[in-house]
């Protein structure tokens, strides 16, 4: 960018924005380095760090060989002696081959040491399908780590977010996991003029509604919000929180907007049993149950690996025209008015 | 520090002897104190291993940082964690040095570099690369030493960790404790190739086997592989051969060994060895074997006292430092 111009003139993609996220970590603390697969010279599988080895140079952006156990632990250690370690795993799938490090250190050392240790570490990982890239690579398992005390769980969604929850999850002293959507990565806009940071404490809300709630994150937050626009078109007027950290919940933020509505529908990439989707549902069911004048809904992924076809891809995942359909029948009940 | 037994001092034998008499007893105590319940858990106890915690950390510095696995007491008293506080840790007391939240296999203490305490095999490896990343990168001359089981070999983690270490070049001393078996599993059931220092070569890593039940032996070797570490910044493997005397829990009936083999492995008791070595050099009398007990003794009492008057965490406090407390 030339310098000069402000940030929030120039249109950027999602990549973009997490690119500079990264740069300006790099540039403003010398704790702080990149290491995953193919982060250096090949410049990211998503292309998200192209250009930050020539940079910052091979120490700080640092490939890795093909062994996540190995380069999550270390990314560990090292922030256990003080370093600012950003692990990039290439995507959630592969994180499973370092779910020992995620979970059983990463997430207890702190408490297991009677709070002597901390671990600020951050983990990005590209999640999610929609690509067509069959079981293996499109898991959403956010909702699983989201499970885990110890860890903190963040959705970038928007530009904006991409931009600057990376700043946010660093300055805090906790193990942090960013879930970027691969499908966001190309998704192009311009950053909010004048904002500088963003918090990883609250949900927000990225469309104002008086009908109902659709809560989401990720690529599902903007099918929910494509949705939202095609409902207006029938007068109903949708309210789509946007939920941004998965752990903790901003139950207040949630609570808030299903007491203003009073119907709500979440959308969640996860798989539907045992998901994130349920814990939302169980919590409103236990803080504003009285406030509804409905039942809690969802739209969830079909319980099924994930499959190549298109067509059978888009049948299992969560689509702007069924999040419509649902709520529809949230607002005006089979034999109802 | 030269640990030659050819320079052996009475001084520092006595210190060796005096460190692993402190370790045993302190195993030999839990045993009795697990019997009455004054500690619960697993429990995985190091009788016959003493000589290797001892004579590695004495060539360690308070630069350097410590990775251990869940049968550690001994790497914790031997870097100096006091015994109070790892009796405490025992009972599960506030005071003890994870503050009752870790227990037997899980006792750390950052202010002596002393990272756990991990009780999944393999699971410490890769994070003794991250700190020796780290202390790279800082341009320490610190090394990180990081001990784990013959059992660990079999683990992905080790194959990663050392390939990684190698890779980067980064300060690793891994301490592999070949006790001969993975909990009830020999080593020959479990590995292809039961040299477990041949391995090192496929990843261009330095090795020795070393008598892991002579102290003398294990400080000589720490201290030859740490002065490479540190000026080569480069890992090593030192296989420690050794032998635990005990079960592998407190819930082990031991089908998978002979009374004989027990038998013969205690006859090169490190303790019994060292002690004989420095009666025939002519530095160790009766009464200095008889003062170290009693030294020990009551070092154990105290301990055990300080740990019976501690209070309990208050329930209250259960969720605290799930998330750290202070920024850094």
């Known amino acids: ?337 | 520090m030269n640990a030659s037994a050819a320079a052996l001092t009475r001084e520092h034998g006595l210190r060796l002897l005096g460190a692993m008499l402190r370790i045993r007893g302190f195993e030999d105590r839990c045993y009795q104190l697990y019997g009455q319940m004054k500690i619960r858990g697993f429990l995985h106890l190091c009788n016959g291993e003493e000589a290797i915690a001892v004579g590695a950390m004495q060539e360690f510095g308070p630069e350097d940082a410590i990775v251990a696995t869940y049968r550690e007491h001994g790497h914790a008293l031997a870097r100096g964690i006091p015994m109070d506080r790892v009796m405490a840790e025992l009972y599960g007391k506030q005071s003890g040095c994870s503050r009752g939240r870790g227990g037997s296999m899980h006792l750390f203490d950052a202010s002596r570099r002393f990272y756990g305490g991990h009780a999944i095999v393999g699971g410490g490896l890769p994070v003794a690369v991250g700190i020796a990343l780290a202390q790279k990168l800082r341009a320490e001359r610190a090394l990180t030493a990081c001990f784990f089981g013959d059992g660990a070999v079999a683990e992905g983690e080790f194959h990663e960790s050392l390939n990684l270490a190698a890779l980067w070049r980064l300060p690793v001393l891994f301490v592999c404790e070949n006790n001969l078996y993975a909990m009830g599993t020999a080593l020959e059931r479990a590995q292809a190739e039961p040299d477990i220092s041949a391995k090192a070569a496929a990843y261009r890593i330095g090795a020795a086997v070393v008598d892991g039940m002579d102290v003398l032996a294990v400080q000589a070797a720490v201290a030859q592989a740490a002065r490479t570490v540190r000026t080569e910044s480069v890992p090593i493997l030192l296989e420690m051969r050794t032998y635990r005397f005990r079960a592998h829990s407190m819930f082990d009936p031991q089908l998978y060994r002979g009374r004989a083999e027990v038998e013969a492995w205690q006859k090169r008791d490190p303790i019994i060895t060292l002690s004989a070595r420095l009666r025939a050099l002519g530095v160790l009398q009766e009464s200095d074997l008889a003062q170290l007990q009693r030294d020990c003794e009551a070092e154990l009492d105290a301990a055990v006292q300080f740990a019976e008057h501690s209070a309990w965490e208050p329930v209250s406090d259960l969720e605290r430092f799930v998330y750290a407390e202070r920024h850094t």
């Open chain 1, 1 to 337: 960018m030339p310098s000069g111009t402000p940030e929030s003139a120039v249109s950027l993609s999602y990549r973009d924005a997490v690119r500079a996220a990264l740069h300006q970590a790099l540039s403003e603390d010398p704790r702080v380095f990149l290491m995953g697969e193919d982060v250096g010279r090949y410049g990211g599988s998503y292309a998200v760090s192209k250009g930050l080895l020539e940079t910052f140079g091979p120490e700080r952006i640092r490939d890795t060989p093909l062994s996540e156990s190995a380069f999550v632990g270390a990314g560990i250690g090292a922030a256990l002696a003080g370093l600012r370690p950003i692990v990039e795993i290439m995507t959630v799938n592969f994180s499973l081959l370092a779910l020992d490090q995620i979970v059983n250190n990463a997430a207890t050392l702190s408490h297991m040491s009677g709070g002597q240790l901390n671990v600020p570490l951050v983990i990005r990982l590209a999640t999610g399908a929609g690509r067509q890239l069959g079981a293996q690579h499109s898991h959403s398992l956010e909702g699983w780590y989201a499970h885990v005390p110890g860890l903190r769980i963040a959705v970038p969604s928007t530009l904006d977010d991409a931009r600057f929850m990376l700043a946010a999850a660093l300055a805090l002293p906790d193990p942090v996991l960013l879930f970027e959507h691969l499908y966001l990565y190309n998704m192009e806009g311009t950053l909010t003029e004048g904002l500088a940071r963003v918090d990883l404490e609250h949900a927000a809300i990225r469309r104002s509604g008086r009908d109902l709630t659709l809560i989401s994150y990720g690529w599902s937050l903007h099918k929910c919000l494509a949705a939202a626009r095609s409902l207006a078109a029938e007068g109903i007027e949708a309210e789509v929180l946007d939920l941004r950290t998965l752990r903790p919940l901003d139950d207040a933020a949630i609570m808030a907007s299903v007491r203003h509505t009073r119907r709500v529908l979440i959308v969640d990439e996860g798989w539907r049993s045992g998901s994130l989707a349920a814990e939302i549902a169980m919590r409103i069911t236990e803080q504003a149950f009285y406030e509804l004048d409905a039942p809690v809904t969802r739209l969830c992924t079909a319980e099924v690996p994930i499959p190549y076809a298109r067509h059978l891809e888009e049948a299992a995942l969560p689509s702007a025209a069924g999040i419509v359909a649902a709520a529809r029948a949230l607002l005006r009940p089979a034999g109802g008015s």
